[in-house]
């Protein structure tokens, strides 16, 4: 747990901590864990899978593994004393794909909500989100990062320069 090292006072000061997370290089969905160290934020520590499958694949074996990353980093960081339980974990009632694709840019709209409706941040997964946004909006979303990609291609190919910053 090196990178964390880094962070001021500790990942598990933080009152959430978002984890991307592919499953089998084929699928992104994403973990918040609310409230890990249980102070300023309100309700219930827990961890909460924001994915937007379909269908509702398992998510216990992502989560035995964040469950056991924050117990390491608790120890590591001298956290105090450990949680008396583990965090509970709920899988969000959040907006659904209605195509096989667009999983990582739901990824991108659930985090883009939560960073501009920080009320929502606190009452993730414990109550209904489907009204966050629509297939629609991914769909545009999708359409404008793929035109901007085509954009700093076509910038590169001109330029010569393959560095994004420098373009």
């Known amino acids: 747990c090196t990178w964390t090292r880094a962070v001021a006072g500790g990942l598990l000061t933080r009152e959430c901590i978002v984890f991307p997370i592919n499953e089998a290089e084929v699928h992104w969905w994403v ?3 609310c409230r890990p160290h249980g102070v300023a934020m309100q309700g219930q ?6 994915d937007s499958s379909p269908c509702c694949a398992p998510k216990r074996e992502a989560v035995n593994t964040l469950r056991g990353y924050l117990r390491r980093e608790w120890q590591e960081r001298g956290g ?5 339980k583990p965090l509970h974990a709920v899988r969000a009632v959040a907006p659904r794909q209605t195509n096989l694709y667009d999983c990582g840019i739901f990824v991108v709209e659930y985090m883009l909500h939560l960073l501009r409706h920080p009320e929502d941040l606190a009452e993730v997964g414990t109550r209904p989100a489907m009204g966050w946004f629509t297939q629609a ?8 990062l793929r035109a901007l990609v085509w954009h700093l291609a076509a910038e590169a190919r001109y330029s010569g320069v393959v560095d994004v910053d420098r373009i």
């Not at 520590?45 to 924001?50: E, P, W």
């Not at 105090?80 to 008396?84: E, K, Q, V, Y």
């Open 45 to 50: 520590q827990r961890i909460v899978c924001l």
């Open 31 to 33: 973990a918040i864990v």
């Open 80 to 84: 105090g004393d450990p949680l008396a």
């Open 137 to 144: 909006r991914v769909s545009h979303r999708r359409r404008r």
